[in-house]
């Protein structure tokens, strides 16, 4: 099965990847993908202070060598990943007026301050009250941040925790989901469907089907598939099952950016 694009991946420009991105690049043409969505991290104030900060003038050379390079194979995109919290709002929007970005990812990797990857967030936490926690965040974050695109793995917060269980129903959440959801749909932003749950052992999407129905259901049509790929072997991973999924909820296009501007195409 050919896919038409992946809509986030990163490179050795991110704190938590070695891959080259001539090599991202090369391995989606060879995938015969129409676009590749860069969206290399930015996590301002993160927990890990050796978390490296992207260089923007070695990145956008790169960039644009390899744009040129691949001009007739493939789309190359300059996106980003942007590591939410509510006191880096003017630091955001400050880098997101400096570079020509095509697609941002808003993502809440750390909540209430505290890192999820370590585990300090989930000190001291039922896993109701921790992604009670995480909810609200996200809900404060969507309430003051408009300046993305799509929301980025919504849900993948059950991967952290150290719970026997790790999964959460829509239904224990619903009236948080449904306001974040809303919140969504009325700014006009999207619903990142990021396929890199499977890589951490897990049977789900990011967000989970329940989530992605009821985005629908209220009314959100703006869906971008990633593979959140450190490594080229992971590009595109598992997007039959994302474009099943969709296919199987009823959601008829993918949505593709130009420039910040969705555009819809049909899911093949
Ligand atoms: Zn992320
Ligand atoms: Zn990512």
């Known amino acids: 099965m050919l896919f038409f694009a992946d809509y986030h991946t990163h490179t050795a420009y991110s704190g938590d990847s070695e891959a080259p991105m001539s090599a991202m690049a090369q391995q989606a043409a060879d995938m015969q993908l129409k676009q590749l969505v860069f969206t290399d991290h930015v996590d301002y104030d993160y927990a890990d202070p050796n978390f490296e900060m992207i260089d923007f003038?070695?990145?956008?050379?790169?960039?644009?060598?390899?744009?040129?390079?691949?001009?007739?194979?493939i789309d190359l995109l300059m996106g980003v990943e942007i590591?939410?919290?509510?006191?880096?709002?003017?630091?955001?929007?400050?880098?997101?007026k400096s570079y020509p970005f095509e697609f941002v990812i808003c993502s809440t990797h750390m909540a209430d301050n505290l890192d999820f990857y370590t585990g300090a967030f989930f000190e001291g936490?039922?896993?109701?009250?921790a992604y009670e926690r995480y909810f609200l965040n996200v809900l404060q974050g969507i309430?003051?941040?408009?300046?993305?695109?799509?929301?980025?793995?919504?849900?993948?917060?059950?991967?952290?925790?150290?719970?026997?269980?790790?999964?959460?129903?829509?239904?224990d959440y619903s009236d948080m989901l449904d306001e974040i959801l809303r919140r969504l749909i009325y700014l006009g932003k999207g619903l990142e469907v990021n396929t890199s749950g499977f890589r951490y052992g897990l049977k789900q999407l990011h967000p989970q089907k329940e989530i992605l129905?009821?985005?629908?259901?209220?009314?959100?049509?703006?869906?971008?598939?990633?593979?959140?790929?450190?490594?080229p072997e992971d590009i595109c991973c598992r997007f039959q099952y994302a474009y099943q999924t969709l296919v199987d909820l009823g959601y008829k296009y993918l949505t593709i950016f130009?420039?910040?501007?969705?555009?819809?195409?049909?899911?093949i």
Request: aromatic fraction near 14%; proline fraction near 4%; charged fraction near 35%.
């Open 57 to 73: 003038a070695a990145y956008k050379q790169e960039f644009d060598e390899l744009k040129a390079r691949f001009r007739d194979k």
């Open 83 to 96: 590591g939410y919290q509510p006191h880096l709002q003017e630091r955001i929007k400050k880098l997101l």
């Open 125 to 129: 936490k039922t896993p109701q009250t």
């Open 143 to 171: 309430g003051h941040m408009d300046d993305f695109d799509v929301y980025g793995h919504l849900d993948f917060i059950v991967r952290y925790g150290d719970y026997p269980v790790k999964q959460l129903h829509y239904r």
């Open 213 to 231: 129905k009821r985005y629908r259901q209220l009314g959100g049509e703006i869906v971008t598939v990633g593979s959140d790929a450190h490594f």
């Open 258 to 267: 130009k420039q910040r501007q969705p555009e819809f195409i049909k899911i």
